[in-house]
């Protein structure tokens, strides 16, 4: 379920503040929704319809490469394509953010010295390391996609 008018960014400029139905200024008004798997698209296009009344003219939205790549080398798009659809349709723009933090756990499977590690040699399971000969690989094949 998509909870967009609890966590969200909005920066506002003079025209939404003063109650203005459309934004005519150049300041970005944006949202950045959280999303745990597909939303009621239903709710999803009311609530769209709504930001943009007040304003918001754009969505920031993760692209969690866990979600996308779940299988190596199958990319699934289908949801972020959804996303786009509906917000165009609502008349908000769509920034989607390639989240590359979100690693998918065959990643980890497949290259278990790939994990970045601090000064103390302790390693974090969000993040890859950089010197790791697969990540450039792996980051350049998502993005491609």
Same mark, same amino acid.
């Given at each position: ?8 960014? &909005? ?10 139905? !459309? ?8 949202? @950045?929704?959280w ?15 709504q ?9 920031? @939205? ?5 979600? &996308? ?10 949801l ?5 659809? !509906? ?13 590359? !933090? ?9 290259f ?17 390391s ?16």
């Amino acid at each position: 379920m998509v909870s967009l008018l609890t966590i969200c960014l &909005v920066l506002l400029s003079p025209a939404v503040s003063s109650g203005a139905k !459309h934004m005519q200024s150049s300041f970005f008004v944006g949202v @950045i929704p959280w999303f745990s798997g597909p939303p009621d698209w239903e709710t999803f296009d009311s609530r769209v319809r709504q930001l943009r009344d007040i304003g918001v003219n754009c969505m920031e @939205i993760d692209v969690a490469w866990r979600e &996308v790549e779940s299988t190596p080398q199958l990319y699934d798009w289908s949801l972020y394509q959804e996303l786009n659809e !509906h917000l165009e349709k609502g008349g908000v723009n769509f920034a989607p953010i390639l989240s590359v !933090h979100y690693v998918p756990d065959w990643v980890w499977k497949t290259f278990p010295d790939i994990h970045l590690r601090n000064e103390n040699n302790a390693t974090t399971s969000e993040y890859l390391s950089i010197w790791h000969p697969q990540t450039k690989i792996l980051l350049t094949n998502f993005i491609k996609s």
